[in-house]
Structure formats: C-alpha cells, structure tokens
C-alpha cells in the first residue's frame, strides 16, 4: 500500500482501476484542461515502449482557435462528402485502418457496436441524416476542450503503429488517473489532406489519428454506452 494525500491507495487496484475504466466517451463538459496537466500526461505517456526506443510519436494538441478552426474545416468538407460523394477521391486516409473485406467474428462485432450505439441514440436503420449528424460530432472532438493529433514519420516500419498503440493507451490510462476521459478517433484520418497543413505536418508525416480529451458529460445518455468485452477463454490459448 502507498500512501498519497493522506489517504491509502492500492496500487494494483488504482491501476486496474484506470485501465478498466477508460472508456470512448462522446460528450465532453467544456471545462478546460490546464496545459501543464496535458505536458504532465504527454511526459507520462512517453515512458511507453517501443522498438529500439525510436519513439516514433508526434503530438499536435488543438484548443481554442486552432481546434475551432479545424472543426470547421472538416465539417464543411464532411458537409460537402455527403452531397456529393464523388469526392471521396479527394480524401484518402493515410493507411488502411479498417480491413478492406469484412469477415466473421470482426464484422457482426463492429455490427454490434454500432447498432448499440444508434440504438441508445435512438437513431434507426437508414435514417441517414442522424447518423451523419452523429458521425459529424467525431469532427466537433465530440465537444471536448481539447483535441489531439497523432503522426509518424512514414519512413517508419508497421512495428511503430504496435509501438503508437502502447503510446496512446498510455495516454488514456493516465488521464484516467487524473479524472479525465478520451476518446481516440480514427474518424479524423479520412481528412488527413485538411488537418496535416492545419496543425503543420509535413508531407512525411502519417496521420495514425486524433483524440477527444477532456472531462465526460456524464449526464449524456450517449456516455452510458459500455461495449462488451470477449472472455479472456475465447481469445487465449493456455499451453501447459
């Protein structure tokens, strides 16, 4: 046991704790959170590994009118996707987040989550204006008074997105600890041509995403969503 503030903390628990209850929150309270608490978790966050300590992360943090800005920028283009998706040609993701073909159990789970989610929201099949309105939030940081962006250098090698996962889930777990919530968006990646020049990215740089920072709306409905996890006997294999 370790004491902090005067009160006894377990460290097992506090770190399962922080883990389990991480979650992707979809609404944000505007409360700002304080540059050094963001310079705090981003130094934590760094103690993540990764292949021969390269450290292949870059971090771009948006608030005020840098994050406003970019909101706007994306929206009016994700406005203009939709009426005319010929477009689309225009926005091409850096690399390939989703496979290309769907196949068992990894399709009827994304089904699951998405209906899940359009269920809570009330949002029917095929009612194609809500849910492009709930896609557009992603584009809003979901409301959150911070919003992150996440590159690499493209020379680098796909062991460096194993590395960058490590990294942003070491972000998130440490801003649970801090009280705060996140949510991590490859959404963002579709519009890598306007946020690259936006946020000062060279043409070297790959967006691997972004992310919602900031302290969760708990009295939103969209926040009581918790998506259900396999059972560790389904995706282990014990060899004795």
Not at 115 to 122: F, I, M, P, R, S
Not at 154 to 160: D, I, T
Not at 198 to 217: F, N, P, R, S, T
Request: aromatic fraction near 10%; charged fraction near 20%.
């Amino acid at each position: 046991m370790t004491q902090t503030t005067g009160l006894l903390v377990d460290p097992v628990a506090a770190v399962d704790l922080a883990i389990t209850s991480r979650m992707s929150v979809r609404a944000f309270t505007p409360s700002e959170v304080p540059r050094h608490v963001l310079a705090h978790l981003l130094a934590v966050a760094s103690r993540a590994p990764s292949g021969t300590n390269t450290q292949p992360w870059k971090v771009y943090v948006l608030q005020g009118a840098s994050r406003a800005e970019l909101v706007a920028k994306v929206c009016a283009a994700h406005d203009a996707l939709r009426a005319d998706p010929g477009l689309a040609e225009q926005y091409q993701e850096d690399y390939g987040y989703y496979p290309d073909t769907w196949v068992s159990p990894y399709m009827e789970r994304r089904r699951e989550n998405g209906w899940g989610l359009y269920g809570l929201l009330g949002i029917g099949k095929g009612d194609k204006e809500k849910m492009h309105f709930q896609h557009q939030r992603n584009f809003h940081f979901f409301n959150a008074p911070v919003g992150l962006m996440f590159t690499m250098d493209r020379v680098m090698g796909r062991g460096s997105l194993l590395d960058y996962g490590m990294f942003l889930q070491s972000l998130m777990v440490a801003a649970r600890a801090h009280g705060l919530h996140s949510c991590p968006q490859a959404a963002w990646n579709t519009f890598a041509r306007i946020i690259k020049p936006h946020i000062g990215a060279g043409a070297d740089e790959l967006l691997v995403c972004g992310m919602a920072l900031g302290y969760a709306d708990l009295s939103d409905t969209v926040n009581t969503l918790h998506t259900p996890r396999v059972a560790v006997n389904e995706f282990t294999k014990w060899l004795d």
